[in-house]
């Protein structure tokens, strides 16, 4: 399975961005999807996930209320609308796609900078 990430750029403080991975190479369906993200000299860390058919829907306490992760099976598409930004949350931002426990399959990051 390939992931491609894009939509990430520059931002001021309170806005929005919505994230797109589209994946090749395999049953989509069949994966959990989820959004990791590492900061600047930080480590590699969760964001959001959705299982694979849509009915449960995981994000990190610090992105609850601000963050929604969606997909569109039918596009082999996962998103992630990124609202009221904040400069902490400047970081690359991966894809990531699991059929088990371990997330196996990475797309290249995007990046998101959030300005003050």
């Known amino acids: 399975v390939q992931l491609q990430a894009s939509g990430g750029g520059l931002v001021q403080a309170g806005g929005s961005l919505r994230l797109s991975c589209a994946a090749s190479?395999?049953?989509?369906?069949?994966?959990?999807m989820g959004w990791f993200r590492q900061p600047p000299g930080k480590e590699r860390t969760f964001v959001a996930s959705k299982s694979w058919g849509g009915g449960s829907t995981y994000n990190a306490d610090s992105v609850k209320g601000r963050f929604t992760i969606s997909r569109d099976n039918a596009k082999n598409t996962v998103y992630l609308q990124m609202d009221s930004l904040k400069p902490e949350d400047t970081a690359v931002y991966y894809c990531?796609?699991?059929?088990?426990?371990?997330?196996?399959?990475w797309g290249r990051g995007t990046l998101v900078t959030v300005s003050s």
């Open positions: 990531a796609g699991r059929k088990s426990r371990t997330w196996i399959y």
């Open positions: 190479g395999g049953t989509f369906s069949d994966y959990d």
